[in-house]
């Protein structure tokens, strides 16, 4: 079983940083194949994938978000983060941590629409609320 626990969420100012960190527990970090993501859902709007990472620690964002936010991880303590700057109104929305354990990450997978059924693994998501 793998249990994820989201943490680090709050309210911003545009411009503003915030950190979100997520706990795995579970034996996916003794897999040599996982995808780990945060997934955002906006007021009225569907989940989307916004950053991924891979057991190799391979990143990939989408495009709205790309070089503002970063996504890491520690298997030393069983950790996910994401680290998001030049926060924007338009970024708000609860951030959900979430884990398929069976891929690693791709493109036109894990940032489709069809994404939300590959992660097996969710967290109960964390708010972010960026005012203007």
């Known amino acids: 079983q793998v249990q994820l626990v989201e943490s680090g969420g709050g309210s911003v100012q545009a411009g503003g940083s915030l950190r979100l960190s997520c706990s795995v527990s579970?034996?996916?970090?003794?897999?040599?194949?996982?995808?780990m993501a945060w997934i955002r859902q906006g007021p009225g709007q569907e989940r989307e994938t916004v950053a991924a990472?891979?057991?190799?620690?391979?990143?990939k964002y989408a495009r709205d978000v790309e070089g503002r936010f970063a996504i890491s991880k520690d298997n030393t303590k069983s950790m996910v983060y994401l680290q998001m700057n030049s926060l924007k109104p338009e970024d708000t929305g609860r951030y959900y941590c979430a884990v398929d354990a069976t891929d690693d990450c791709f493109y036109s997978k894990h940032f489709t629409r069809e994404a939300e059924s590959l992660f097996g693994y969710w967290g109960q998501g964390t708010q972010v609320t960026v005012s203007s």
């Open positions: 990472i891979d057991a190799d620690g391979d990143t």
């Open positions: 579970g034996d996916v970090w003794s897999k040599i194949i996982y995808c």
